[in-house]
T-cell receptor, first 114, second 117 residues
Framework: AQSVTQLDSQVPVFEEAPVELRCNYSSSVSVYLFWYVQYPNQGLQLLLKYLSGSTLVKGINGFEAEFNKSQTSFHLRKPSVHISDTAEYFCAVSERAAGNKLTFGGGTRVLVKP | GAVVSQHPSWVICKSGTSVKIECRSL??????MFWYRQFPKQSLMLMATSNEGSKATYEQGVEKDKFLINHASLTLSTLTVTSAHPEDSSFYIC?????????????FGPGTRLTVL
């Protein structure tokens, strides 16, 4: 079984400042890794995913994440945030050989201040 | 492409009644759909995997007789909360799995907020 830990439950950040959201996972097998964003009262939207290949993954809205196998991490970054980036962010993993079930982290609430 | 809808978007019901929530993949066929539950300020918890033409697979601790799942077609899965009680109040989110040659991905619906009085 796998687990996902998002180390920060809330991250306040000023507009145009950089932000990093931390995600660590635990699994005994190879995994796929995902970051989703959820706006209030809405479903989830995929920001980016790591399946294989380059460990630096670029996603939508200027976000990127880096897969670090030795540290079992998949941290999300954005160099300059906007007010519209205020949302909840979820890191998720799925085991490669176990179908497509996702295990989510606890979420990180990003509040962008003007 | 890859749009998933849910209906209704919100519902309020009396304790003891049953509520049906629909999840549709609008522009692709999905042999597998997933149902999640999300409490306020918490993460998504997988409730069950819905497979077209077969019985759903429930996660540990989820009562299959309380949360009835039907996946009758390649574009529709329904979740029925039977004899709902206030503790069933939550945000229910479905996702539809699309398998392509390039990548496999779950596409999420907008969610249904259930309030049981």
């Amino acid at each position: 079984a796998q687990s996902v830990t998002q180390l920060d439950s809330q991250v306040p950040v000023f507009e145009e400042a950089p932000v990093e959201l931390r995600c660590n996972y635990s699994s005994s097998v190879s995994v796929y890794l995902f970051w989703y964003v959820q706006y209030p009262n809405q479903g989830l939207q995929l920001l980016l995913k790591y399946l294989s290949g380059s460990t630096l993954v670029k996603g939508i809205n200027g976000f990127e994440a880096e897969f670090n196998k030795s540290q079992t991490s998949f941290h999300l970054r954005k160099p300059s945030v906007h007010i519209s980036d205020t949302a909840e962010y979820f890191c998720a993993v799925s085991e490669r050989a176990a179908g497509n079930k996702l295990t989510f982290g606890g979420g990180t609430r990003v509040l962008v201040k003007p | 492409g890859a749009v998933v809808s849910q209906h209704p978007s919100w519902v309020i019901c009396k304790s003891g009644t049953s509520v049906k929530i629909e999840c549709r993949s609008l522009d692709f066929q999905a042999t597998t759909m997933f149902w999640y539950r999300q409490f306020p300020k918490q993460s998504l918890m997988l409730m069950a995997t819905s497979n077209e033409g077969s019985k759903a697979t429930y996660e540990q601790g989820v009562e299959k007789d309380k949360f009835l799942i039907n996946h009758a077609s390649l574009t529709l899965s329904t979740l029925t909360v039977t004899s709902a009680h206030p503790e069933d109040s939550s945000f229910y989110i479905c996702s539809a799995f699309r398998r392509t040659s390039g990548s496999n991905e779950q596409f999420f619906g907008p969610g249904t907020r259930l309030t049981v009085l």
